[in-house]
């Protein structure tokens, strides 16, 4: 059974860093490329970032390049978001979530996701 | 903004059919992700692909595309049926993930 847990949400105040992992269990972790997904209270889904299988491909949402780093540890199954500089509006609930990607990308789908882990940034 | 178009809400009677759109550049070449999203919980994918439903998922749920639209259909809607629904596909470019605004569905 595919198993995604995340960890590590807390709340912090602006400005401050926050590392989010999410535990891997019930799948070849090192085959698949890994996204973390974010949802504002009372607000729909946002896509943050991706990496691929050897974390050699990162991908990331403007609106927090240069301010989080996507990274994973195969041989411990983990996920990784290290969040810097965070602001009132990175307050969200974070899912890590497991890719399928197809030849050519046409019918590429989020297939597992995590129960998710709440970041609050207030002071 | 998102580059996927979804009305923020939808509604249908008990037992009838709804039929739940999203548009946007990248269907035209990307097949739109469907999934259901129950307050407090994960979002659960319910169709992917041409029209392709992950095991456990009731065939109610369909899904089809045309030019730069994909859309959601449920044949007989049941009042678990009634949250919130989000479209997803690869963004134009290929390289990044872009989610619909998301689709409130009430069952009457």
């Known amino acids: 059974e595919v198993q995604l847990v995340e960890s590590g949400g807390d709340l912090v105040q602006p400005g401050g860093s926050l590392r989010l992992s999410c535990a891997a269990s019930g799948f070849t972790f090192s085959t698949y490329w890994m996204s973390w997904v974010r949802q504002a209270p009372g607000k729909g889904l946002e896509w943050v970032a991706n990496i691929n299988q050897d974390g050699s491909e990162k991908y990331y949402v403007d609106s927090v390049k240069g301010r989080f780093t996507i990274s994973r540890d195969n041989a411990k199954n983990s996920l990784y978001l290290q969040m810097n500089s965070l602001r009132a509006e990175d307050t969200a609930v974070y899912y890590c979530a497991k890719e399928i990607r197809t030849f050519g990308g046409v019918i590429d789908r989020f297939d597992y996701w995590g129960q998710g882990t709440l970041v609050t940034v207030s002071s | 903004s998102s580059e996927l178009t979804q009305d923020p809400a939808v509604s249908v009677a008990l037992g009838q059919t709804v039929t739940i759109t999203c548009q946007g550049d990248?269907?035209?070449?990307?097949?739109a992700s469907w999934f259901q999203q129950k307050p407090g919980q994960a979002p659960v994918l319910v169709i992917y692909?041409?029209?392709n439903r992950p095991s456990g998922i009731p065939d109610r749920f369909s899904g089809s595309s045309s030019g730069n639209t994909a859309s959601l259909t449920i044949t007989g809607a049941q009042a678990e049926d009634e949250t919130d629904y989000y479209c997803?596909?690869?963004?134009?470019?290929?390289?990044?993930?872009?989610f619909g605004g998301g689709t409130k569905l009430t069952v009457l």
């Open positions: 990248s269907l035209r070449k990307y097949y």
């Open positions: 997803n596909s690869r963004d134009r470019s290929g390289n990044y993930w872009v």
């Open positions: 692909g041409k029209n």
